[in-house]
């Protein structure tokens, strides 16, 4: 009986929290926020302040006017619910979290690391398998909060070995948007899916053989000598990737514009003739791509070519 009046006291405090910060981030002042949706200012008050809780009417009339659905306005994660029904072992780790900070993640090793920015309030990190049945006590997620910076460490502590993490661990960590700062990220996996982020600088070190890089506003940085595959679609900002002697593929919607420039000693970035999305970095495209490192060759081409 506790818990459950403990999980509703908690639900309503988020369902206040969320509206309050989404009508902040719309620059809506309650007034303003209570016209549109047709109720009172003091309707916006009592909810926000978790005097009220809106009736479905209300909440379909919020979501409407912040474009989400109903499950993202009450800050489900509908894509981990689906994704983990997908896995028949998982293993959550989650941390309340309460102001902006910066992130080091590091992971011993896995076959594919997703890091997704949520609106919600907790860091959450999934560790998800359909083979390992013992996950919860052969990895071990630690989380120390310290100051204005956060480390997240993923750590083999059982008998599994690395080589089956490499194979047969996902893993998925989720970071409140309205609280990441920078992240910086180190492991090795052969997938690496960095998607819905907006920060100032985000840095992935370590061995990837696929990145994919989706609706993102950033400064991005991949330092890895592994031949890798990239494929970007709707990023913004700046796209710098580090290697050594590697020879790697970047795929781009053909929709996206962007630019690039080559730095460091004898690499080389080949493009196809064809793409009508290429600017001058002069002309300050939305994206600038920048070859960094030694002796190494990137061959950017249309998104629709990894089809082939």
């Given amino acids: 009986m506790v818990c459950a009046c403990k999980t509703k006291m908690e639900d309503k405090f988020m369902i206040s929290m969320r509206i309050r910060e989404l009508r902040k981030q719309a620059k809506l002042s309650q007034e303003m926020m209570a016209e549109k949706i047709g109720v009172s200012r003091q309707a916006i008050t009592k909810w926000e302040t978790g005097l009220g809780v809106p009736d479905i009417e209300n909440l379909v009339a919020i979501a409407d006017l912040f474009k989400l659905s109903l499950d993202e306005l009450m800050g489900r994660d509908i894509e981990h619910e689906t994704l983990a029904k997908d896995y028949l072992y998982e293993s959550v780790t989650e941390y309340d979290i309460d102001g902006k900070k910066d992130f080091d993640i590091s992971f011993m090793g896995a076959n594919k690391l997703m890091l ?23 990895l071990k997620t630690k989380i120390d909060d310290i100051k204005w910076k956060i480390d997240i ?40 899916e960095l998607k819905n982020l907006e920060l100032d600088n985000i840095e992935f070190g370590g061995k990837s053989k696929e990145i994919t890089l989706e609706n993102i506003k950033s400064h991005i940085e991949i330092d890895t000598n592994e031949d890798a595959k990239l494929y970007v679609k709707n990023v913004e900002g700046a796209l710098d990737i580090n290697q050594l002697s590697a020879t790697s593929k970047l795929y781009i ?56």
């Fill in 116 to 138: 997704y920015a949520y609106e919600g309030e907790k860091v959450k990190v999934i560790l998800l398998s359909d083979t390992i049945s013992d996950i919860q006590n052969e």
């Fill in 253 to 308: 919607s053909s929709t996206d514009e962007f630019g690039f420039v080559t730095k460091g000693v004898l690499n080389k970035v080949l493009c196809k003739q064809d793409m009508l999305n290429i600017k001058e970095v002069s002309e300050e495209p939305k994206l600038v791509i920048e070859l960094n490192g030694i002796k190494s060759e990137l061959s950017i081409c249309h998104m629709e070519d990894s089809m082939l």
């Fill in 153 to 192: 460490d993923i750590k083999r502590v059982g008998i599994l070995s690395e080589t089956v993490a490499k194979n047969e661990l996902t893993i998925k960590i989720l970071i409140p948007q309205l609280y990441m700062g920078e992240v910086e990220l180190n492991g090795n996996t052969n997938i690496l």
